[in-house]
């Protein structure tokens, strides 16, 4: 039986996870740095989506598209 295992895309979803801005104390990363591969899924394990996060580099992103343009 062959497991379909993917490997974590961290620059992708860190970014946008709501433990992004932790203190080292609480160390919240750690358990997802320890698994680099997720069953089905190139998310990390403890990975949750910050709104406001999204939205914010969503506008920068639009910002830089923006200033290119000119």
């Given at each position: 039986?062959?497991?379909?295992?993917?490997?974590?895309?961290?620059?992708?979803?860190c970014?946008?996870?709501?433990n992004?801005?932790?203190?080292?104390?609480?160390?919240?990363?750690?358990?997802?740095l320890?698994?680099?591969?997720?069953?089905?899924?190139?998310?990390?394990?403890?990975?949750?989506?910050?709104?406001?996060?999204?939205k914010?580099?969503?506008k920068i992103?639009?910002?830089?598209?923006?200033?290119?343009?000119?």
């Open positions: 039986m062959q497991y379909d295992y993917k490997e974590v895309d961290f620059a992708k979803y970014k946008t996870c709501e992004y801005d932790k203190e080292d104390i609480d160390d919240p990363c750690n358990e997802c320890a698994e680099p591969k997720n069953l089905y899924s190139h998310k990390p394990v403890e990975y949750v989506e910050d709104p406001k996060r999204v914010m580099l969503k992103k639009m910002l830089k598209k923006m200033e290119g343009n000119n």
